[in-house]
C-alpha cells in the first residue's frame, strides 16, 4: 500500500476462519540497499490531537521509529525477540509502553538503509514485514504493524472457533489490540486506531448463546454464533504410532534404554544420562514430554496458556523468549538438550538470533557449551540449527569420520492441515526420525552449524 491507505481492516476481511495465521509473511522485501527520504507525517491516535512524527520515505512508503507508534498507544515493545533476528520486536498490548522518552531528532537526508524483513511477534504471534535498522532503531511501516495485530486478532479467533477448550479464553489472555490505519488528503492526517477485542467474548459468542461482540462489528467482521457444543480438537494419526517410555508394548524404558529415557523426578533437575551407544528405535517417543495425561497436551505458543507444569524442564513462561514457548521447535530442543545433558540452555543463550548463539557457541560464550559450523561435525547429544528450525539429534551413525544415519527429534514441523503451528501433539512430534546425512542437512533450510554440551 502506499501512503495514501495504510491498511483497512474492514468488512473486505469477510469470514475471519479464511484469514491467516501463525507464521504470516507479508510486505516481504528483497534485502537491498534502499534511498530514504527524510518526511514529516501528521498521525493522529484514536482520534488525539495530531502529531508530527518523524519518519524516512522509502519508494513511496513511509517507514516509522516504531516506538514511535506504540509509545502513545501505550503498548509494550521490545527486542530482538530471543532466538529470533537482530531486528524482530515484539509488541505486548496487554502491557504499558512505560516511560516515554524522546527520540533523537532525525535530520540526515537522503539516507541509504538496508532494507530487509523482520518478524513482529504482536501478543505472541509473528508476521514477517519489511523493516530496516537505522542507528540502532527499527523502522516499520504502520500498515505492516496494523497487518500483525490483525494475524494475531485472526488466528486467536480460529483457535476459539475449534471449540477446543484449550482455546478458551482466560483472564490472562482474553484480549488482543488491534490497530488500523488510515490516511485522508481532507487533512493529509494518518489516524491510527486501537480496537480491543475480547476474545472470551467471542468464545461466549461461538458457544454458549452469548451476544456478538462489539469488536467484530467495529472491524466489520462477520460470522455466525450460536453453538452450544464445542467440538473436542481431534488427536491426528501419526503415520508411524509412537512408542511412550515406559509402555509395556515396547521395550523403551529407562532400564532397556537408559541412554535415551530419563528418570529425574517430576520438576527436578535433571543430570546427563549415559552416552548412547546405539540408536533408538524409529518411531518411539524418548522424552518425557506431556506423558501425564492430567497435563494439557494441546497448547499453542500465541494463546498464552503455556503449562508451567509439563515434564519437560524448560519451562516456556520463564524461558525468555517467544521460541521457548510450550510447542515450538526450541521449546523441544532446548528441554530434550537439557533432559539428556543436565544443561538448560535456553537461559544461557536467551536475546540473541540463532546465527549468533551458533558463532558464540562456537567461540564459547557460553559455560559448558562448544559449538561448530561444520556440517558434518554432527553428534549426538546435540541441537542442529538452521535458519528458522531446530532438532534435537539422538545418535549418528558412521562410517568412519563420515556421517551416514542421523537419527533425531523434533517439535513444530511440518505443522499443516490438522497440525496447528506451535502447538505439541504428543502422538506425532518428538517421535524418532532417521534420515541419512545429506538429507538431514536439507532438513531444513539455511543449516548453521551445532551446539554440543562439553
Known sequence: ?????????????????????????????????????????????????????????????????????????????????????????????????????????????????????????????????????????????????????????????????????????TTSNQYVTVITATYTDADKVTHINSVKCDLLAYWNYKWSGGAKPTFMTTLGLTGSGGGTTPTPTPTPTPTNPPVTPGNSTNTVTAANYPAYVSTYAYNSKPTALATPTSAPPVGAILARVLVNSSLSPYTNQSTGLVNDNNIMPAYGANGGGAGTTLGQCWWYAASRFYETTGINISPLVAGVSYSTMVNNAVAGKYSGLSGSTSQTAVKARSIAIWNGHVVFVEYVTMSGATPVTVYFTEANYNHTGSYTAGVYYPAYDGQVKSLSYADFINHSSGFLGYIYAK
Not at 474492514?10 to 507479508?26: D, H, K, P
Not at 488525539?48 to 498507544?73: E, H, K, M, S
Open 1 to 169: 500500500m502506499k501512503k495514501k491507505i495504510l491498511s483497512l481492516f474492514m468488512a473486505a476481511v469477510v469470514i475471519v476462519s479464511m484469514l491467516a495465521i501463525t507464521g504470516i509473511t507479508a510486505s516481504a522485501a528483497t534485502v537491498t540497499n534502499t534511498q530514504g527520504l527524510l518526511n514529516n507525517q501528521l498521525v493522529s491516535f484514536n482520534g488525539g490531537a495530531n502529531q508530527t512524527i518523524q519518519c524516512y520515505n522509502l519508494d513511496g512508503y513511509n517507514f516509522y521509529r516504531v516506538r514511535n507508534i506504540v509509545a502513545p498507544l501505550n503498548f509494550a515493545v521490545s527486542g530482538p525477540v530471543a532466538l529470533d533476528t537482530a531486528n524482530s520486536i515484539m509488541v505486548s498490548t496487554n502491557d504499558t509502553y512505560g516511560t516515554v522518552v524522546a527520540l533523537p531528532t532525525l535530520t540526515t537526508s537522503p539516507v541509504t538503509v538496508g532494507l530487509t524483513t523482520a518478524n513482529v511477534y504482536w501478543d505472541g504471534t509473528y508476521t514477517a514485514v519489511g523493516n530496516f535498522n537505522l542507528a540502532d532503531y527499527n523502522y516499520y511501516k504502520i500498515a505492516d504493524l496494523a497487518l500483525a495485530s490483525q494475524n494475531t486478532l485472526s488466528q486467536r479467533m480460529k483457535n476459539v472457533e475449534t471449540g477446543s477448550s484449550v482455546y478458551k479464553p
